[in-house]
């Protein structure tokens, strides 16, 4: 599904240069759950925007779904980014002009659906969060938890292949995490691959797999789904 | 804390100057081109005689035809025939009067070789002087007697004796109009009555004329008027004394009473007259006599331009406009301070402190907004005296103007601000906290 | 997509965001309304004065000029004089023609009168015409056209008593005053032939029409009104003087020079070429379209710069918000569009209150001043401007915006 081999990216000003990636590669397969973890200024958050396709790289290759996407006109990442990915953000970037609904119109709009085709995925999205009633609500109208949600309906109206999270519940109290981490992990088992970034262990441990990232380059896997196998084997 | 908060709303300007430079820029237009228009407007409607504006009367009588009112508004013709003037004359109820018309004279150099130049004259009676407060350099008016004897002596303006005597004291001097021998009286001071209320059948914002000579000289030489003369009768004229004595009005009049009772028995007097001539089959309208103080003259001539009232009204709309776009700046502006408000409010400031602080900021940008519109305004008036011949002496900022254009700017912008900086210190001290 | 639908299909979201934003756009809305209505007016008012003063005297207003001759000696013998005078400017080489006229048109001095169709009239017959006094030299001193009888002859032309009544001897009329006074069988010609009669009855037979001649007075009611007398005083004469194309410069000091050597006991006075006239009598006219374009540059400009600014300021503010749009799939062209989109709808929402303020102002200024109703054609062109003006105003901040990082959206505040 993700594939990132040798990536680095530079940033520079007028007196410092930081490599914020360096030699940095990684495999995600298609329908895995995958935690990216590391201390702030490891390069987790550059890793999220070169892989959601949000900011280019220096050097390397990236192929997403199959496709190398290393030269990709803005406007191609755009579409990209409309068509395969889905956005969960900390701060849930609800705009707040809009209601519950606009909300989750905003990428459906940029893909070109007609408004039949937007008010049923909208519909969809939001019984599938929950929030199907709240469709006329300001986000300032909703609690944290609420808007995190419709962050996920907005992520999931478009049927993302790929779905990056960051830190998507680090805004949240513990129960409203707990909702919204039970929701993509549901998300996960229908089949979307799901790519997280969070400094949190207790809920890297969720996912299928880890990731640690220190000084821009992966340095430790963890993979839960064999870790979990075999406790489940020594549990039987 | 006033110095304080001055010294935090300079930094604020520096810091977006941009934006600073926006909001000055528009209070600055809008007082300009409201100053312009406003100074235009307020000397064309000023009272050019404001010690005696309300003694002063310009004299109607309707003498016009039976079938059709001089005005569609039925008002009675500006001025009179001389026949009814020679009437007036006569009463002493007035304290002071005058009766007049506007003529002009080749006026001869010293040099003999020199062809004579064109003066614009005043026909007029003694009292024209003392009754209008005329300033005199040297000498003074003429004698009462002059007004129906023929006598042969003028009185000069500063520039007509500045042109032919250099400015010297000329009393007694000759001086030659029309190729005849006056005797210098008087030449006046410095004299703009603007408007030139007196007469207002030419150039409203004219400059006085530059020789008077007494009304007495009218028969005698047969001066011809240069002014606007109307008739609506048909009647056979064939020599000056048939004009003198026809329907034909071309005659200024003025008397000066000084009380409401002199007023009413002015009026009484008039009516009383036009009464008596329609016994002599004279005045066959109906009785329709007027006397309006100089104010009131000079709205019932229409002496402020439609087009003046017009640009008065745009460029207060054109205010507005600039005070909106102030409101919308400053807001944006406050607003996007956001954090920093939040923050003064958290460590403790009052909505007050808050709200103050930013007026400080608003006054600052009205008084240098204000400050830039007066330059602007000169800059308007040097425009507006460029595109209209004779106004000259109408587009001179002056001191008490200068005070309202910078009133009008603070007060302005302290109205467009009060709605931002009272917003702004809405803004919760717990905003701080939160991410969006 | 085409853009139609997109503005179309845009509109509902930033719509309902906009009337959530409040103060901001509003502002912006009103001051786009105020704009417009001063815009829509000014214009109006411009172009009414511009039509104004295209409109022709009927002169050969380049080629002509003309002074008084003001007698300053009480002996002046004023009929010889002006009958040398006329000789020797006639015979200059480069002068077409020379007369002697009461005023010319726009000059602002002149006389006027009542004339009937028939002797008799009731009042309500006569109509107010300008009427010039001159000879069979005057039309072609003008340089007006005749269409229709005949010039002046010599002996028809007068030379009244100073101060007798105006002459009678027969009158051309402007076409439009024949119309006026013969409305049935109006026309070039049809009035040739007839007389008009002044308030003293007396028949003053028409002999011919000319194309056009304007009154000497700009507010005058009717501007084309104009009658000529072929008789005249010769108390202060104006004098008109007609020139060969390119002459009228040259000959100006030569005539003075020739009055001087005719005779000294008159004034040459108030000598100003019919071109300067025509300018003078348009003066207010022209400042007035001079100020009123001012006044639209203005405020045109302070309006573009408030939606600049409010515009900068959105954009600032919204960051974050564009950073999202970008993460969710928004293309840099989808960004511009959204800035345009929403300028395109606060202006729209300008105009439309605007169109009511507009006719609000023109039904005002009609009510007070003596000044036409606004045309309403007048608002969509404003509200044209007013659309220009927006998209154009904000489309630097929108590029702007369109430059931010995607990455923002991931970027804690």
Redesign the interface.
Same mark, same amino acid.
């Given at each position: 599904m993700l594939q990132m081999t040798h990536i680095s990216k530079v940033f520079r000003t007028d007196l410092v240069q930081t490599h914020a990636l360096r030699d940095f590669s990684l495999t995600v397969k298609e329908g895995e759950f995958v935690a990216v973890t590391g201390p702030s200024g490891s390069g987790k958050t550059t890793f999220l925007n070169i892989a959601g396709l949000l900011e280019t790289f220096d050097t390397g290759t990236y192929l997403l779904d199959g496709r190398d996407v290393s030269h990709l006109s803005d406007d191609a990442r755009s579409r990209l980014r409309n068509e395969k990915i889905g956005f969960i953000f900390q701060g849930f970037n609800l705009i707040p002009d809009l209601s519950v609904f606009d909300n989750v119109d905003v990428p459906l709009r940029y893909r070109g659906f007609d408004g039949k085709e937007r008010r049923r995925r909208i519909q969809g999205a939001l019984e599938q969060v929950g929030l199907a009633s709240r469709a006329r609500h300001l986000p300032s109208q909703l609690s944290g938890g609420q808007q995190q949600r419709v962050a996920i309906a907005r992520a999931l109206a478009g049927t993302p292949r790929i779905l990056f999270a960051d830190e998507p519940t680090g805004n949240l109290d513990s129960l409203m995490a707990r909702q919204v981490l039970e929701m993509l992990e549901e998300i996960n088992t229908k089949g979307t691959t799901i790519v997280m970034v969070t400094h949190d262990p207790e809920l890297a441990r969720r996912a299928h797999r880890n990731i640690h990232v220190m000084d821009g380059q992966v340095s430790d896997f963890t993979d839960f789904s064999q870790a979990a196998a075999a406790r489940d084997a020594l549990a039987a | 804390m006033l110095a304080h908060n001055l010294f935090l709303a300079w930094k604020s300007l520096r810091k977006n100057p941009v934006?600073s430079a926006?909001m000055i820029?528009?209070i600055g237009?809008?007082i300009g081109?409201c100053m312009t228009t406003l100074t235009v407007y307020t000397l064309m409607s000023r009272n050019p005689i404001p010690q005696k504006s309300s003694v002063l009367y310009a004299v109607q009588l309707d003498s016009w035809d039976p079938?059709?009112a001089w005005s569609d508004e039925g008002r009675p013709p500006p001025q009179l025939t001389w026949r009814d003037v020679q009437a007036l004359l006569k009463s002493d109820i007035p304290k002071r009067q005058a009766a007049m018309f506007a003529s002009?004279?080749?006026v001869q150099l010293p040099d003999e070789k020199l062809?004579?130049?064109?003066a614009e004259a005043r026909i007029t009676t003694s009292e024209f002087f003392s009754m209008f407060d005329v300033p005199f350099e040297y000498g003074g008016g003429w004698a009462k007697e002059a007004d129906s004897a023929p006598q042969q002596v003028a009185v000069l303006s500063k520039k007509t004796n500045d042109k032919v005597f250099g400015g010297a004291d000329s009393i007694g001097r000759t001086i030659k109009l029309?190729?005849?021998d006056y005797r210098v009286v008087g030449v006046l001071a410095d004299w703009h009555p603007t408007p030139k209320f007196y007469d207002l059948n030419n150039n409203d914002f004219g400059e006085p004329e530059g020789v008077f000579v007494p009304m007495g000289l009218v028969e005698a030489?047969q001066l011809?008027s240069f002014g606007n003369t109307q008739g609506w009768k048909?009647e056979?004229?064939?020599? !000056?004394q048939?004009?003198l004595n026809s329907e034909l009005v071309w005659l200024q009049y003025w008397a000066e009473l000084p009380d409401a009772a002199s007023r009413e028995r002015y009026q009484a007097f008039i009516d009383q007259y036009v009464q008596e001539q329609k016994k002599l089959g004279r005045y066959p309208r109906q009785l329709n006599n007027r006397l309006s103080p100089v104010m009131e003259w000079l709205k019932v001539r229409e002496v402020v331009?439609?087009?003046a009232?017009?640009?008065l009204?745009?460029?207060f709309?054109?205010l507005?406009?600039?005070l909106?776009?102030i409101?919308?700046?400053l807001?944006?502006?406050f607003?996007?301070k956001s954090s920093e408000i939040a923050l003064r409010r958290a460590l403790g400031a009052t909505r007050w402190q808050v709200m103050q602080k930013n007026l400080v900021e608003v006054a600052l940008i009205g008084l240098l907004g204000g400050a830039l519109g007066v330059l602007l305004a000169f800059g308007g008036l040097f425009?507006?005296k460029q595109? !209209?011949?004779g106004y000259e002496r109408l587009v001179q900022l002056n001191g008490p103007l200068l005070l309202v254009a910078l009133g009008i700017a603070l007060a302005s912008s302290l109205v467009a601000g009060v !709605?931002p900086a009272w917003?702004a210190a809405r803004i919760s001290p717990a905003g701080l906290l939160k991410?969006? | 997509m085409n853009p139609i639908r997109h503005l179309a299909s845009d509109s509902g979201p930033i719509l309902r965001a906009l009337t959530r934003s409040r103060a901001g756009p509003l502002l912006i809305a009103l001051q786009c309304a105020i704009t417009l209505a001063i815009v829509a007016n000014a214009i109006f008012i411009i172009q009414d004065r511009l039509q104004k003063m295209s409109r022709p005297s009927g002169m050969d207003v380049d080629n002509t000029f003309v002074f008084f001759s003001l007698p300053i000696a009480a002996d002046f013998d004023g009929k010889a004089v002006i009958a040398e005078d006329m000789r020797r400017i006639r015979a200059l080489p480069g002068v077409v023609d020379a007369s002697i006229s009461t005023g010319t048109p726009l000059s602002g001095g002149g006389s006027s009168s009542s004339f009937a169709p028939r002797p008799e009239a009731k009042p309500e017959e006569y109509k107010n015409a300008a009427y010039y006094e001159t000879d069979d030299h005057g039309l072609n001193a003008f340089g007006v056209t005749l269409v229709a009888g005949r010039n002046f002859l010599p002996a028809e032309v007068e030379m009244r008593d100073p101060l007798a009544e105006r002459g009678m001897s027969s009158a051309i009329i402007t076409k439009a005053f024949a119309d006026k006074l013969f409305p049935p069988d109006g026309g070039a010609g049809a009035a040739v032939g007839k007389s008009v009669y002044g308030t003293n009855q007396k028949a003053i037979p028409i002999v011919g029409i000319v194309e056009r001649a304007q009154t000497p007075w700009l507010t005058w009611g009717e501007l084309e009104h104009s009658i000529f007398l072929s008789s005249y005083s010769p108390d202060f004469p104006r004098y008109v003087v007609r020139t060969e194309p390119g002459e009228r410069e040259r000959l100006i000091p030569e005539v003075e020079k020739l009055m001087a050597e005719i005779s000294r006991d008159r004034i040459v006075e108030r000598l100003k070429t019919q071109t300067e006239i025509e300018h003078k009598a348009y003066g207010e006219y022209r400042a007035m379209a001079v100020i009123l374009t001012s006044v639209i540059v203005l405020i045109v400009c302070i309006t573009g710069l408030g939606i600049v600014g409010l515009a900068s300021f959105n954009v600032n503010a919204r960051n974050k918000q564009i950073g999202t749009r970008r993460a969710l799939g928004a293309t840099k062209r989808d960004i511009v569009r959204y800035f345009l989109v929403e300028s395109w709808l606060i202006t729209t929402a300008g105009a439309v209150v605007g169109s009511g303020l507009s006719l609000g102002l023109s039904f005002w200024m009609v009510n007070t001043f003596d000044l036409p109703p606004l045309d309403w054609r007048y608002i969509p062109v404003g509200v044209g401007l007013l659309w220009v003006l927006g998209l154009a105003a904000v489309l630097v901040p929108a590029r702007r915006a369109s430059q931010l990082a995607p990455a923002l959206a991931t970027r804690s505040v």
């Amino acid at each position: 599904m993700l594939q990132m081999t040798h990536i680095s990216k530079v940033f520079r000003t007028d007196l410092v240069q930081t490599h914020a990636l360096r030699d940095f590669s990684l495999t995600v397969k298609e329908g895995e759950f995958v935690a990216v973890t590391g201390p702030s200024g490891s390069g987790k958050t550059t890793f999220l925007n070169i892989a959601g396709l949000l900011e280019t790289f220096d050097t390397g290759t990236y192929l997403l779904d199959g496709r190398d996407v290393s030269h990709l006109s803005d406007d191609a990442r755009s579409r990209l980014r409309n068509e395969k990915i889905g956005f969960i953000f900390q701060g849930f970037n609800l705009i707040p002009d809009l209601s519950v609904f606009d909300n989750v119109d905003v990428p459906l709009r940029y893909r070109g659906f007609d408004g039949k085709e937007r008010r049923r995925r909208i519909q969809g999205a939001l019984e599938q969060v929950g929030l199907a009633s709240r469709a006329r609500h300001l986000p300032s109208q909703l609690s944290g938890g609420q808007q995190q949600r419709v962050a996920i309906a907005r992520a999931l109206a478009g049927t993302p292949r790929i779905l990056f999270a960051d830190e998507p519940t680090g805004n949240l109290d513990s129960l409203m995490a707990r909702q919204v981490l039970e929701m993509l992990e549901e998300i996960n088992t229908k089949g979307t691959t799901i790519v997280m970034v969070t400094h949190d262990p207790e809920l890297a441990r969720r996912a299928h797999r880890n990731i640690h990232v220190m000084d821009g380059q992966v340095s430790d896997f963890t993979d839960f789904s064999q870790a979990a196998a075999a406790r489940d084997a020594l549990a039987a | 804390m006033l110095a304080h908060n001055l010294f935090l709303a300079w930094k604020s300007l520096r810091k977006n100057p941009v934006l600073s430079a926006l909001m000055i820029g528009a209070i600055g237009l809008g007082i300009g081109v409201c100053m312009t228009t406003l100074t235009v407007y307020t000397l064309m409607s000023r009272n050019p005689i404001p010690q005696k504006s309300s003694v002063l009367y310009a004299v109607q009588l309707d003498s016009w035809d039976p079938n059709e009112a001089w005005s569609d508004e039925g008002r009675p013709p500006p001025q009179l025939t001389w026949r009814d003037v020679q009437a007036l004359l006569k009463s002493d109820i007035p304290k002071r009067q005058a009766a007049m018309f506007a003529s002009g004279f080749g006026v001869q150099l010293p040099d003999e070789k020199l062809p004579p130049f064109m003066a614009e004259a005043r026909i007029t009676t003694s009292e024209f002087f003392s009754m209008f407060d005329v300033p005199f350099e040297y000498g003074g008016g003429w004698a009462k007697e002059a007004d129906s004897a023929p006598q042969q002596v003028a009185v000069l303006s500063k520039k007509t004796n500045d042109k032919v005597f250099g400015g010297a004291d000329s009393i007694g001097r000759t001086i030659k109009l029309d190729k005849r021998d006056y005797r210098v009286v008087g030449v006046l001071a410095d004299w703009h009555p603007t408007p030139k209320f007196y007469d207002l059948n030419n150039n409203d914002f004219g400059e006085p004329e530059g020789v008077f000579v007494p009304m007495g000289l009218v028969e005698a030489l047969q001066l011809p008027s240069f002014g606007n003369t109307q008739g609506w009768k048909d009647e056979e004229i064939n020599s !000056y004394q048939d004009r003198l004595n026809s329907e034909l009005v071309w005659l200024q009049y003025w008397a000066e009473l000084p009380d409401a009772a002199s007023r009413e028995r002015y009026q009484a007097f008039i009516d009383q007259y036009v009464q008596e001539q329609k016994k002599l089959g004279r005045y066959p309208r109906q009785l329709n006599n007027r006397l309006s103080p100089v104010m009131e003259w000079l709205k019932v001539r229409e002496v402020v331009t439609e087009d003046a009232r017009v640009l008065l009204g745009l460029s207060f709309l054109f205010l507005a406009v600039c005070l909106l776009n102030i409101v919308g700046l400053l807001l944006a502006k406050f607003l996007g301070k956001s954090s920093e408000i939040a923050l003064r409010r958290a460590l403790g400031a009052t909505r007050w402190q808050v709200m103050q602080k930013n007026l400080v900021e608003v006054a600052l940008i009205g008084l240098l907004g204000g400050a830039l519109g007066v330059l602007l305004a000169f800059g308007g008036l040097f425009g507006v005296k460029q595109l !209209y011949e004779g106004y000259e002496r109408l587009v001179q900022l002056n001191g008490p103007l200068l005070l309202v254009a910078l009133g009008i700017a603070l007060a302005s912008s302290l109205v467009a601000g009060v !709605y931002p900086a009272w917003r702004a210190a809405r803004i919760s001290p717990a905003g701080l906290l939160k991410t969006q | 997509m085409n853009p139609i639908r997109h503005l179309a299909s845009d509109s509902g979201p930033i719509l309902r965001a906009l009337t959530r934003s409040r103060a901001g756009p509003l502002l912006i809305a009103l001051q786009c309304a105020i704009t417009l209505a001063i815009v829509a007016n000014a214009i109006f008012i411009i172009q009414d004065r511009l039509q104004k003063m295209s409109r022709p005297s009927g002169m050969d207003v380049d080629n002509t000029f003309v002074f008084f001759s003001l007698p300053i000696a009480a002996d002046f013998d004023g009929k010889a004089v002006i009958a040398e005078d006329m000789r020797r400017i006639r015979a200059l080489p480069g002068v077409v023609d020379a007369s002697i006229s009461t005023g010319t048109p726009l000059s602002g001095g002149g006389s006027s009168s009542s004339f009937a169709p028939r002797p008799e009239a009731k009042p309500e017959e006569y109509k107010n015409a300008a009427y010039y006094e001159t000879d069979d030299h005057g039309l072609n001193a003008f340089g007006v056209t005749l269409v229709a009888g005949r010039n002046f002859l010599p002996a028809e032309v007068e030379m009244r008593d100073p101060l007798a009544e105006r002459g009678m001897s027969s009158a051309i009329i402007t076409k439009a005053f024949a119309d006026k006074l013969f409305p049935p069988d109006g026309g070039a010609g049809a009035a040739v032939g007839k007389s008009v009669y002044g308030t003293n009855q007396k028949a003053i037979p028409i002999v011919g029409i000319v194309e056009r001649a304007q009154t000497p007075w700009l507010t005058w009611g009717e501007l084309e009104h104009s009658i000529f007398l072929s008789s005249y005083s010769p108390d202060f004469p104006r004098y008109v003087v007609r020139t060969e194309p390119g002459e009228r410069e040259r000959l100006i000091p030569e005539v003075e020079k020739l009055m001087a050597e005719i005779s000294r006991d008159r004034i040459v006075e108030r000598l100003k070429t019919q071109t300067e006239i025509e300018h003078k009598a348009y003066g207010e006219y022209r400042a007035m379209a001079v100020i009123l374009t001012s006044v639209i540059v203005l405020i045109v400009c302070i309006t573009g710069l408030g939606i600049v600014g409010l515009a900068s300021f959105n954009v600032n503010a919204r960051n974050k918000q564009i950073g999202t749009r970008r993460a969710l799939g928004a293309t840099k062209r989808d960004i511009v569009r959204y800035f345009l989109v929403e300028s395109w709808l606060i202006t729209t929402a300008g105009a439309v209150v605007g169109s009511g303020l507009s006719l609000g102002l023109s039904f005002w200024m009609v009510n007070t001043f003596d000044l036409p109703p606004l045309d309403w054609r007048y608002i969509p062109v404003g509200v044209g401007l007013l659309w220009v003006l927006g998209l154009a105003a904000v489309l630097v901040p929108a590029r702007r915006a369109s430059q931010l990082a995607p990455a923002l959206a991931t970027r804690s505040v």
